[in-house]
């Protein structure tokens, strides 16, 4: 009975499971993100977690425990570069599984896994909407001017319209004329 055992086997023995997330796990953190199916990013995410969580550590036990799991060192030092900075305020939740549809060959559920780029903090909202406040408050200043502009769209829509109607009573009266020119010379 395999009772109150956590994760799945994926098809594979443990040693192939392991050398593939060692593999993918490199690859996360060398790309930010990889293209895999749903169970096995759901699987990664606890691998890359964890890895993230030695790298904000930083000591050097860490960096070797790191260095067994990651394949390549200069991913490593790149992890550890980055993570204080990067990940330092939140505790846990850096990766992201976003759910991109089913693979047409086998209709797998497929998923993008990457790395949370984490907010600067819940101050940027504020400042958003200060920011908002701000552009509202020059629209009811600038409510005169639009009526200015209005004013100024009139005028020349008027003075349009009464070019035009100049324009227009010459020919009217040059018809009239020949108009009356042709009565003329019908009588």
């Known amino acids: 009975m395999r009772h109150r055992k956590a994760g799945s086997k994926l098809g594979r023995t443990s040693s192939h499971r392991k050398a593939m997330f060692r593999n993918m796990v490199t690859s996360l953190f060398k790309y930010d993100r990889i293209r895999t199916t749903d169970a096995k990013a759901k699987a990664l995410r606890g691998w ?8 904000k550590r930083g000591d050097l036990h860490a960096r070797r425990q790191a260095l067994s799991i ?8 790149q992890l550890f570069a980055e993570a204080t900075e990067r990940y330092g305020d939140i505790a846990g939740g850096y990766t992201r599984i976003i759910k991109l549809g ?3 060959g086998d209709t ?10 984490p907010e600067k903090g819940k101050q940027a909202p504020t400042e958003k909407k ?3 406040t701000e552009v509202k408050a020059p629209e009811k200043s600038n409510a005169p001017a639009k009526q200015e502009i209005a004013e100024k769209e009139a005028e020349t829509v008027a003075a349009a319209s009464e070019s035009v109607q100049t324009e ?13 020119a042709d009565t003329k010379e019908d009588k």
């Open 70 to 77: 990651v394949r390549e060192k200069n991913v490593v030092h």
């Open 102 to 104: 089913i693979r047409p």
């Open 168 to 180: 227009t009573e010459p020919q009217e009266e040059s018809a009239e004329e020949s108009g009356a």
């Open 130 to 132: 200060t920011v908002a």
């Open 108 to 117: 797998a559920p497929m998923s993008l896994i990457e790395l949370v780029a």
């Open 48 to 55: 890359a977690d964890h890895l993230i969580t030695l790298a």
